[in-house]
């Protein structure tokens, strides 16, 4: 809003030394790039036309300062709305950065669920190996029982004492 806005007056060269004059004392920057028209109207942002008649020079100043007040409030309503913009950004990129954040968290979790998935497959390989080991040995143990039945049923005497799992007749 600080900003000062140049206007370029088109002016004979008469007339550029009272404006020059008149410039500085209403501090109006103007910047004379050459002959006057007989127009008063701003054709292009920044480019000012007038006549050479002296005493248009006032009206022509008063002009410029109202068209630098219209582009002094557009400035501020453009500024407000760069503002708001600006304030709508943070928001949506505060938005985007709690959606980061939560697909990170969604990604530990799966990698976590990944994890227990695997322990867990391996956890009943495991218990499948040892139930499976359970039951080749319950399965042993019947055939060692039946064994042994046979075995002492035909009272086979050539098993040596320190085989626990054979009765044994003879003393030790």
Same mark, same amino acid.
């Given at each position: %809003? $600080? #900003? ?37 109207? !701003? ?6 036309? $007038?006549?050479?008649? #002296? ?25 407000? %709305?760069? #503002? ?6 943070? @928001?949506?990129?505060?938005? !985007? ?5 939560? !697909? ?14 695997? @322990? $867990?497959?391996?956890?009943?390989? !495991? ?9 080749? %040995? ?12 046979? %075995? ?17 007749? @003879?003393?030790?």
């Amino acid at each position: %809003m $600080g #900003d000062t806005t140049i206007f370029y007056a088109v002016l004979s060269p008469e007339s550029t030394k009272k404006a020059e004059a008149c410039s500085n004392k209403r501090n109006i920057p103007l910047s004379v790039l050459g002959e006057a028209t007989n127009n008063n109207y !701003i054709s292009k942002p920044g480019e000012l036309h $007038g006549n050479e008649n #002296d005493s248009d020079l006032p009206r022509l100043f008063q002009y410029v300062s109202t068209a630098n007040a219209e582009l002094q409030g557009e400035n501020a309503e453009l500024s407000y %709305m760069v #503002d708001v913009l600006q304030t709508e950004n943070r @928001r949506q990129q505060a938005q !985007i950065n709690e959606l980061r954040t939560e !697909i990170v968290r969604k990604q530990a979790e799966i990698d976590e669920l990944r994890t227990e998935n695997v @322990r $867990g497959t391996s956890s009943f390989g !495991i218990q499948d190996r040892t139930l499976s080991y359970e039951r080749r %040995m319950s399965g042993f143990k019947l055939k060692t029982a039946s064994w042994q039945r046979i %075995m002492s049923d035909k009272k086979y005497k050539t098993a040596s004492c320190k085989d626990r799992t054979l009765r044994c007749e @003879r003393p030790c």
